[in-house]
C-alpha cells in the first residue's frame, strides 16, 4: 500500500541552526513532490515544489531534496527563527488524489 | 478574492444528527478536495472531485458523502454524524496541473466539528 512517511516525532532546534525534515514515500512514482507549512488552528500553506528531474531547489532560506532512487525528499531551513515554527507537510504530486504525510512539528528555540 | 471558504467553520452535533458542510472556491479550480485532521494523524483524504459533477473516495470515506453540482463548490455531508467524526475537516482546491502553475493546494480556514 501507499505510504508517506514524516519524522513522527517533534524536532527541536536550536535558533540559527539548521532544521532538516524528511520525507520517504514507498508505492509512489511522483512527478513532483510539495511541501508545505501549518500553523495551528489554519490551513496549509504551499512552500516549494520540487520536480523529478530536480535533485535541489531553494527558495531563501528553504532548501529542498529529492532522490527518487531512495524515494526520498528532505526539507532544509537554514539559519532558523522561531518564527519558522510549525508543522511541515510533504506530498507527492503528479496525482489526482493529494494525500499527505503525517507531518513534522518542528519547534524553533530562541 | 475570497480563495477558499467553508461555511460553518465550528459547529456541535448529537450523535445521529446530519449537516452539511459547505466549500467555496473563486479560482475556477478544477480539482476540490475534502480533508478531515485528527491529532497525531495528519491530513486524511475523505473524497475528492476532478471536476463538476465528478467525485471520487479518498482514503477515509466511509460515514461521509460529498457532491459537486457547481464548479465552485464542494459539499460534504455527514448523514448521521457519529463521536468519531469529531475532526477538523479542511477543504482545498488547485487547478488543472500545467508546466506553468505548481498544482498547489489552496486550503481554506478549517471547519472544527464537535459530535457528542
Known amino acids: 500500500s501507499q505510504k508517506i512517511e514524516q519524522n513522527s516525532e517533534a524536532l527541536n532546534i536550536q535558533e540559527g541552526k539548521t532544521a532538516t525534515l524528511t520525507c520517504n514515500y514507498t508505492?509512489?512514482?511522483?512527478?513532483?513532490l510539495q511541501w508545505y507549512r501549518q500553523d495551528p488552528g489554519r490551513g496549509p500553506v504551499f512552500l516549494l515544489l520540487?520536480?523529478?528531474?530536480?535533485k535541489e531547489k531553494r527558495k531563501e532560506r528553504l532548501k529542498v531534496t529529492f532522490d527518487t532512487t531512495l524515494k526520498q525528499s528532505l526539507f532544509h531551513i537554514t539559519a532558523s527563527q522561531p518564527a519558522d515554527s510549525a508543522t511541515y507537510l510533504c506530498?507527492?504530486?503528479?496525482?489526482?488524489?493529494?494525500?499527505f504525510g503525517t507531518g513534522t512539528k518542528l519547534q524553533v528555540i530562541p | 478574492n475570497a480563495g477558499v471558504t467553508q461555511t460553518p467553520k465550528f459547529r456541535v452535533l448529537k450523535t445521529g444528527q446530519s449537516m452539511t458542510l459547505l466549500c467555496a472556491q473563486d479560482?475556477?479550480?478544477?480539482?476540490m478536495y475534502w480533508y478531515r485532521q485528527d491529532p497525531g494523524m495528519g491530513l486524511r483524504l475523505i473524497h475528492y472531485?476532478?471536476?463538476?459533477?465528478?467525485?471520487a473516495k479518498g482514503e477515509v470515506p466511509d460515514g461521509y458523502n460529498v457532491s459537486r453540482l457547481k464548479k465552485q463548490n464542494f459539499l460534504l455531508g455527514l448523514e448521521s454524524a457519529a463521536p468519531s467524526q469529531t475532526s477538523v475537516y479542511f477543504c482545498?482546491?488547485?487547478?488543472?496541473?500545467?508546466?506553468?502553475?505548481?498544482?498547489?493546494?489552496?486550503f481554506g480556514e478549517g471547519s472544527r466539528l464537535t459530535v457528542l
Open positions: 482545498a482546491s488547485r487547478p488543472d496541473r500545467t508546466p506553468h502553475n505548481t498544482g498547489e493546494l489552496f
Open positions: 508505492n509512489y512514482s511522483p512527478a513532483y
Open positions: 520540487i520536480r523529478e528531474n530536480e
Open positions: 506530498a507527492p504530486g503528479g496525482y489526482q488524489k493529494v494525500t
Open positions: 479560482m475556477n479550480h478544477e480539482y
Open positions: 472531485s476532478v471536476g463538476e459533477g465528478t467525485t
